[in-house]
T-cell receptor, first 113, second 116 residues
Framework: DQQVKQNSPSLSVQEGRISILNCDYTNSMFDYFLWYKKYPAEGPTFLISISSIKDKNEDGRFTVFLNKSAKHLSLHIVPSQPGDSAVYFCAASYTGTASKLTFGTGTRLQVTL | ETGVTQTPRHLVMGMTNKKSLKCEQHLGHNAMYWYKQSAKKPLELMFVYNFKEQTENNSVPSRFSPECPNSSHLFLHLHTLQPEDSALYLC???????????????FGQGTRLTVV
């Protein structure tokens, strides 16, 4: 039973436009959420996180939104750049479990010129 | 460069072989992890070590045997693997803090394992 779901395996966005990546979770104990970015032949790299006490966290071009009632989070990238083309993983954990992360299957983002 | 180094990057082994994956972190973290990524599946947590003590084993078969001699090094010993064990094995580390703070994990580049 997958507790973290990324229902879109791929997304294509034009350079300069907004990319929106979505993630849903089922475990209501999750209270810390992270986005990782992965290039081919590299390990995932941390991008941005959000605690359940917030509904938004922003870092430069990247913003994560959390809707706890819907058990949904999203990552917005604006403006999108070709270097953003990668696989994006949503992950979740709950307090006291440190970085024992439960991951989604990932969404491949392609930013086109 | 994330501060977590894994070797080898690629490994091909037969089902009767014994091999080991190595992970080293230079971040001063106190927790280390093994994750497995199979094709079209999410990353799955395999083992967790906190202050060199194994705190979690996620129902991993005994043909995978972890070893953590100190907080900076983590090994995954492999023996009599099956072709379905072919996957990307990722090591990660983090600074495990008291609640309620959580921290992100830093990942190595992974070892691409093929069992033939």
């Amino acid at each position: 039973d997958q507790q973290v779901k990324q229902n879109s395996p791929s997304l294509s966005v034009q350079e300069g436009r907004i990319s929106i990546l979505n993630c849903d979770y089922t475990n209501s104990m999750f209270d810390y959420f992270l986005w990782y970015k992965k290039y081919p032949a590299e390990g995932p790299t941390f991008l941005i996180s959000i605690s359940s006490i917030k509904d938004k966290n922003e870092d430069g071009r990247f913003t994560v939104f959390l809707n706890k009632s819907a058990k949904h989070l999203s990552l917005h990238i604006v403006p999108s750049q070709p270097g953003d083309s990668a696989v994006y993983f949503c992950a979740a954990s709950y307090t006291g479990t440190a970085s024992k992360l439960t991951f989604g299957t990932g969404t491949r983002l392609q930013v086109t010129l | 460069e994330t501060g977590v180094t894994q070797t080898p990057r690629h490994l091909v082994m037969g089902m009767t072989n014994k091999k080991s994956l190595k992970c080293e972190q230079h971040l001063g973290h106190n927790a280390m992890y093994w994750y497995k990524q199979s094709a079209k599946k999410p990353l799955e947590l395999m083992f967790v070590y906190n202050f060199k003590e194994q705190t979690e084993n996620n129902s991993v078969p005994s043909r995978f045997s972890p070893e953590c001699p100190n907080s900076s090094h983590l090994f995954l010993h492999l023996h009599t693997l099956q072709p379905e064990d072919s996957a990307l094995y990722l090591c990660a580390s983090s600074q495990d803090r008291d609640r309620p703070l959580n921290t992100e994990a830093f990942f190595g580049q992974g070892t691409r394992l093929t069992v033939v």
